[in-house]
Nanobody, 125 residues
Framework: QVQLVESGGGLVQAGGSLRLSCAASGRSFSRSTMAWFRQAPGKEREFVAVIIWSGSSTRYTDSVKGRFTISRDNAKSTVSLQMNSLKPEDTAVYYC??????????????????WGQGTQVTVSS
């Protein structure tokens, strides 16, 4: 079982940066694929980025490529999302997710069995 707690959200101006962190507890973290999703008001939750258990492979949704970077530290049981050049359309609640059942690099909500409570990111224009 994995427990996830996000932090690092806040209010930032367009063009600014934020770094989100997700602290995980549980024995299976180092073997879990980890991802970030986000949900804007009135919209469905969407995939943002994923990193495989070893950290050797990552994947991003097109709208954040070149601006966001996902990373993980298995020794500290953390996964991070560095967000640069933020845009107002990045405003959302950001969720950390873990897939403890498979080594796939999933981008669907159903691929993930553990979720954090979310952290709000607001980008002003």
């Amino acid at each position: 079982q994995v427990q996830l707690v996000e932090s690092g959200g806040g209010l930032v101006q367009a063009g600014g940066s934020l770094r989100l962190s997700c602290a995980a507890s549980g024995r299976s973290f180092s073997r879990s694929t980890m991802a970030w999703f986000r949900q804007a008001p009135g919209k469905e939750r969407e995939f943002v980025a994923v990193i495989i258990w070893s950290g050797s492979s990552t994947r991003y949704t097109d709208s954040v490529k070149g601006r966001f970077t996902i990373s993980r530290d298995n020794a500290k049981s953390t996964v991070s999302l560095q967000m640069n050049s933020l845009k107002p359309e990045d405003t959302a609640v950001y969720y950390c997710a873990a897939d403890s059942r498979d080594y796939r690099m999933g981008f669907l909500i159903t691929h993930y069995d553990y979720w954090g409570q979310g952290t709000q990111v607001t980008v002003s224009s």
